[in-house]
């Protein structure tokens, strides 16, 4: 999965979020809209490329600083969702989580994969949780004590972002199961036995752009 693109300057500037543009092209990039966000620096839409840019061409603080005062200006889905993005590649867990938790309304994918790589089952999150479903996954998840999150932190920093999981805690022999299938463009199966419990992560094939 690839930065989402910010449609109003979309035109002139999608290249900062085309996973094929090179790193010198980048560099050009950040100095364009460098000067831009000068004589805008309201515009939140010059304000996310440009953190976007700055991201890619490895400035990870600034980079991430600009997206999230874009998303201060202007709250969208697709600014939260590359903020979390951005977190998560910078391997900031909780960090991703807080800003998920804050704007989880706009959001489309549940709060419940980023308390799985944050490791945090807090009552803000089962709050924020869209179904009893889901929460009573991470209650149980929780109360299992497995290093589930590690585990999907390995996956995630092996075969990149993913767009759709599913989530199954079930039992085996008085043992909790866990079932997590996440959804990528690679096919990748990790099998792990922890203790007494089985825990289980599947990765399988769906048509999406790859991390860089």
Not at 32 to 40: C, D, G, N, P, V
Not at 151 to 167: H, L, M, P, Q, W
Request: hydrophobic letters at 35%; glycine letters at 6%; aromatic letters at 6%.
């Amino acid at each position: 999965m690839t930065f989402a693109t910010p449609q109003s300057i979309a035109v002139e500037f999608g290249e900062v979020t085309d996973p094929h543009t090179s790193q010198h092209r980048l560099k050009e990039m950040v100095d364009i809209l460098q000067r831009k966000l000068k004589a805008s620096p309201s515009n939140p839409d010059i304000r996310e490329y440009l953190g976007i840019a700055l991201f890619r061409i490895g400035d990870i603080d600034d980079g991430l600083s600009k997206m999230k005062s874009a998303l201060t200006i202007n709250p969208s889905a697709a600014t939260a969702g590359n903020l979390v993005l951005g977190y998560r590649r910078a391997g900031m867990w909780d960090e991703s989580l807080v800003i998920h938790l804050k704007y989880h309304d706009l959001t489309e994918e549940p709060v419940l994969f980023s308390a799985l790589l944050s490791g945090n089952y807090s009552q803000e999150v089962l709050s924020a949780c869209r179904t009893d479903e889901q929460r009573e996954t991470l209650n149980r998840i929780a109360k299992s004590g497995l290093p589930i999150s590690a585990v999907i932190r390995d996956i995630y920093n092996s075969v990149g972002e993913n767009t759709e999981f599913a989530i199954t805690v079930t039992e085996n022999s008085g043992q909790d199961c866990v079932d997590i299938h996440m959804f990528t463009n690679e096919s990748v199966e990790k099998s792990v036995n922890i203790s007494d419990s089985v825990f289980r992560c599947l990765v399988d094939n769906y048509d999406s752009d790859v991390l860089e």
